[in-house]
């Protein structure tokens, strides 16, 4: 079993930063993968940005790249995802999850924290 808690979600202004944290706990070292979605209202989730820890590599969506930066600190089996220069169109729940083979298919991944409200107003 894993476990998967994120916070750090808030209502920021369009230009604003906003850092969200995900912290995985149980049998975290059988995933490798641990990536961040995103869901609006009426929307499918989407990828957003993933970490592989096996090679220490990231994994951007086009719409955030450059934008968003995704980290992990192994000490406190944390993922992280700063998220700069936001816009009205990041607005959404975001959402870590664990994976063990492919990033941005939401279907693969195996647990899934509850989700953290995004509202970036214009």
């Known amino acids: 079993q894993v476990q998967l808690v994120e916070s750090g979600g808030g209502v920021v202004q369009a230009g604003g930063s906003l850092r969200l944290s995900c912290t995985v706990s149980g049998r975290a070292s059988a995933y490798p993968i641990v990536g961040w979605f995103r869901q609006a209202p009426g929307k499918e989730r989407e990828f957003v940005a993933a970490?592989?820890?096996?090679?220490?590599?990231?994994y951007y969506a086009d719409s955030v790249k450059g934008r968003f930066t995704v980290s992990r600190d192994n000490a406190k089996n944390t993922v992280y995802l700063q998220m700069n220069s936001l816009k009205p169109e990041d607005t959404g729940v975001y959402y870590c999850?664990?994976?063990?083979?492919?990033?941005?298919?939401?279907?693969?991944?195996?647990?899934w924290g509850q989700g953290t409200q995004v509202t970036v107003s214009s």
């Open positions: 999850g664990v994976a063990k083979h492919t990033l941005i298919i939401a279907d693969d991944y195996e647990a």
């Open positions: 970490f592989r820890s096996s090679l220490g590599s990231t």
